[in-house]
Nanobody, 115 residues
Framework: QVQLVESGGGLVQAGDSLRLSCAAS????????MGWFRQAPGKEREFVSA????????YYADSVKDRFTISIDNAQNTVYLQMNSLKPEDTAVYYC????????WGQGTQVTVSS
């Protein structure tokens, strides 16, 4: 099993920045990449970004490219999502996800961007 705990969400104004963290524990060695999804009220959960543990492969949704940066700290088993130039449409619950033999999700952290 892999446990994921997110932190760093909050209420900010448009144009502000936030950094989300996701601490992974348990059998993290069985996973091969980490990432973030988000779900806005009344909408389906959508992919935001992903990164392999090596950091060699990084992916972004078009809607966040050039504003969000994903990074990973192997020593701390932690993945980060630096979110800059936030927009009201970025408002959502952000979920950490680990890809591996199982399907692992964090509990989510709320990000609210006011206009």
């Amino acid at each position: 099993q892999v446990q994921l705990v997110e932190s760093g969400g909050g209420l900010v104004q448009a144009g502000d920045s936030l950094r989300l963290s996701c601490a992974a524990s348990g059998r993290t060695g069985t996973t091969y990449s980490m990432g973030w999804f988000r779900q806005a009220p009344g909408k389906e959960r959508e992919f935001v970004s992903a990164i392999t543990w090596s950091g060699d492969n990084i992916y972004y949704a078009d809607s966040v490219k050039d504003r969000f940066t994903i990074s990973i700290d192997n020593a701390q088993n932690t993945v980060y999502l630096q979110m800059n130039s936030l927009k009201p449409e970025d408002t959502a619950v952000y979920y950490c996800h680990a890809w591996g033999p199982g399907d692992y999700w964090g509990q989510g952290t709320q990000v609210t961007v006011s206009s």
